[in-house]
């Protein structure tokens, strides 16, 4: 049973572009939402996190939207670069301890 | 950037054999995650500490699986007797607390034959 949902499995953009990555989740006590960047042979990457109090967070050009009632989270990433091109990851947690994540969305952005 | 260290960054076993990897944590992180990536970017909590007490860990951790966070030294990770299934990458992460973000270390690649 996956618990964290994500979509697109793959999705390509153009430089400049607004690159969108959702995620949906099943768990109602999930509080804490951190999204992941990793690169090829590298570990995952804090990119940006919220927690279900808020229903929006802005780091730069990455901007999460939340919506509790539906379960459903995606990240925004505008003025897409070709430095962004990794799989980004959507994980959640409830309370304390382990985060579980999604299967993840391996972005590419074309110059 | 994290500051998890994690050696080595690639190990290759043997089915049967043993197969350990280490983990130093980001100074003042006093909670230790262990994580399995697999080639399908499926992630498996294994298992995690706060200082050296065990909180949580899988089923499966405590068959084949060891894992200790001695104090004043790595925290480690050790596979007894490895199996095919078991290759994956896995990672490391601390904490400040069990509420705080996680940050990852490289991770660990284990390959078994």
């Known amino acids: 049973q996956q618990q964290v949902r994500q979509s697109p499995q793959s999705l390509t953009v153009w430089e400049g572009e607004t690159a969108i990555l959702n995620c949906s989740y099943e768990?109602?006590?999930?509080?804490?939402f951190p999204w992941y960047q990793q690169f090829p042979g590298e570990g995952p990457a804090l990119l940006i996190s919220i927690r279900s109090v808020s229903d929006k967070k802005e780091d730069g050009r990455f901007t999460i939207f939340f919506n509790k009632r539906e379960k459903k989270l995606s990240l925004h990433i505008t003025d897409s670069q070709p430095g962004d091109s990794a799989t980004y990851f959507c994980a959640a947690r409830a309370g304390g301890y382990k985060v579980v994540f999604g299967s993840g969305t391996r972005l590419l952005v074309s110059p | 950037n994290s500051k998890v260290i994690q050696t080595p960054r690639y190990l290759v076993k043997g089915q049967g054999q043993k197969a350990k990897m280490r983990c130093i944590p980001e100074k003042g992180h006093p909670v230790v995650f262990w994580y399995q990536q697999n080639k399908n970017n499926e992630f498996k909590f294994l298992i995690n500490f706060q200082n050296q007490e065990v909180l949580q860990q899988i089923d499966m951790t405590e068959k084949r699986f060891s894992a200790e966070c001695p104090s004043n030294s790595p925290c480690s990770l050790e596979i007894q007797s490895s199996e095919a299934g078991d290759s994956a990458l896995y990672l490391c992460?601390?904490?400040?607390?069990?509420?705080?973000?996680?940050?990852f270390g490289p991770g660990t690649r284990l390959t078994v034959l």
């Open positions: 768990d109602s006590t999930f509080n804490y």
């Open positions: 992460a601390s904490s400040r607390d069990n509420y705080a973000e996680q940050f």
